[in-house]
């Protein structure tokens, strides 16, 4: 019945219902339609009207397809109503289940959860604390031990027991443990009281007391036998072999020490350490050795009967200096704990003494820190060579000067010459008990060093 309706309706419902339908080209169309392009005024009022009895017409026609569709259209929306309403309710049953399932989940998970974390919050901070715990009791601890190495180190000074040089190895290990113990980054211990004033009344003072006492050791060390006898120079009898190895045992303890004790800095790959407090302290060794002999000397050639006696005071030094470089030669350096660790490739690609802990970063041995200070080969070649660049000055004085001593050291030039030869020949050999029992060695060719030293004396007074 509707579609004949539709048919029986003049309006051309498809014009309407097409896309591209235009309201203001519909309305032209219709202006056009009901007037004339000749006629002088235009006249709105029939296309409105048409415009007008269009949509009482329309409206008309849906009036009609409503009342007659009514019956079905309610019934369609209640059937749409009454599934929407099963639907609703499927979907709050739906609802409901996830929400208890949410609230039992929420109790059994996400609230054991939260205790749980909140456990292990508790659990890492007492961990923590057990852990700064433990430090502080081991600090505290090898503090105790330390002041009581501390205490042993100063038995026998002036009280007629022995003393107990071995105490400042241990002292100076103890004090590497103590702070390699307050480096622990992670936990910040130092920030507890106790352990900034263990570390400035105690570890601070001991390492002082350490690095002092070694330092006297060192500038006390001497193994040569060649000493002077009233005016005439002999050699006095060596040290028993006991006497030289308690000396080179001292010596040993008071190196190792300085090598411990010497600052850490970051030390880059493949960068040796360098013990600074221990070349430091053997530079300085040196450097007395060295001024002592130039002023005996040139006290000496300014009056020649001391020469003698002063030369051998000289090859002595030299001596001493020979027997402390091949101790220095000797001792291999002890691991230090502050030093970085090998890593796994270098320990495997390292032969079986590189397995029992040696350092990357860490000298072959005592001296090569040393010489590489001094950028020299040789400890008594650095002796006289040192000794003869400055040498020379001090004999122009002398001539400068003039008087009884210029022509005294010109007229025995030569006699001064080949004394000066023989003094570094003398202390070219090791003293006797430096490293065998029965005789000393001649540890290099001297005959550079020996030449050096004429040429500067013969340089000065001129050919």
């Known amino acids: 019945m509707a579609d004949d309706d539709d048919a029986s309706s003049y309006i051309d419902y ?46 008309t026609h849906i009036d009609t397809l409503t009342s007659q569709a009514a019956l079905p259209l309610l019934s369609r929306t209640q059937g749409s109503v009454e599934a929407g309403g099963r639907i609703l309710d499927e979907v709050e049953a739906q609802a409901t289940t996830l929400a208890e399932g949410y609230e039992r989940l929420s109790r059994e998970v996400i609230d054991r959860h939260d205790a749980a974390e909140e456990v292990r919050r508790i659990t890492d901070r007492l961990w923590h604390t057990v852990r700064i715990g433990r430090l502080v009791s081991r600090c505290l601890a090898l503090g105790r031990q330390l002041e009581s190495q501390v205490n042993e180190s100063k038995q026998g000074n002036g009280q007629g027991r022995r003393e107990d040089h071995k105490a400042l190895l241990r002292g100076a290990n103890t004090v590497l443990a103590i702070r390699e113990t307050m480096l622990s980054d ?35 060390f001497s193994m040569s036998a060649l000493s ?21 045992s001292r ?53 020649l009967p001391k020469l003698e006696k002063t030369l051998v005071e000289v090859s002595a030094r030299c001596q001493n200096i020979a027997a402390l470089e091949v101790l220095l030669e000797s001792i291999k350096p002890p691991v ?11 320990m495997i690609n390292t032969n079986d003494e590189g397995r029992q802990g040696k350092q990357a970063n860490a000298p072959k041995d005592l001296l090569q820190p040393l010489l590489t200070s001094l950028d020299t080969s040789s400890l008594p070649s650095y002796f006289w060579r040192t000794m003869a660049s400055q040498l020379a000055s001090r004999v122009q004085k002398i001539v400068r ?63």
Not at 28 to 51: E, G, I, M, Q
Not at 228 to 248: L, N
Not at 270 to 292: C, D, W
Not at 338 to 346: A, H, Q, S
């Open 14 to 59: 498809e014009t309407f219902l097409d896309p591209s339908f235009s309201a203001a080209s519909f309305a032209n169309t219709l202006v056009l339609a009901t007037n004339d392009p000749s006629d002088t005024s235009l006249d709105l009022k029939t296309p409105l009207s048409r415009v007008l009895f269009d949509v009482q017409e329309v409206d």
């Open 401 to 463: 000067d003039g008087g009884v001593s210029a022509r005294t050291l010109r007229s025995n030039r030569d006699r001064v010459r080949d004394a000066l030869r023989d003094c570094v020949n003398r202390g070219s050999q090791l003293p006797a008990s430096s490293l065998s029992r029965g005789k000393g060695l001649t540890v290099r060719n001297w005959e550079r060093e020996a030449a050096v030293m004429t040429g500067a004396l013969n340089g000065a007074l001129g050919r």
């Open 336 to 346: 230090h704990p502050l030093l970085p660790k090998p890593n796994l490739d270098e």
């Open 228 to 248: 002077i006898t009233g005016t005439e120079t002999d050699a006095i009898a060596s040290p028993t072999y006991a006497q030289s190895e308690d000396t080179k």
């Open 251 to 303: 010596t040993m303890s008071a190196l190792i020490t300085l090598y411990l004790l010497s600052p850490v800095v970051t030390v880059p790959p493949r960068q040796l350490f360098e013990p600074s407090r221990l070349t430091n302290v053997l530079q300085e060794y040196l450097k007395r050795a060295i001024t002592s002999s130039l002023a005996g000397l040139s006290n000496a050639l300014a009056a």
């Open 186 to 220: 992670d936990l910040n211990i130092m920030k507890i009281t106790v352990l900034r004033t263990l570390r400035s009344d105690l570890v601070d003072f001991s390492e002082k007391h350490f690095t002092s006492r070694a330092e006297q050791i060192i500038g006390q």
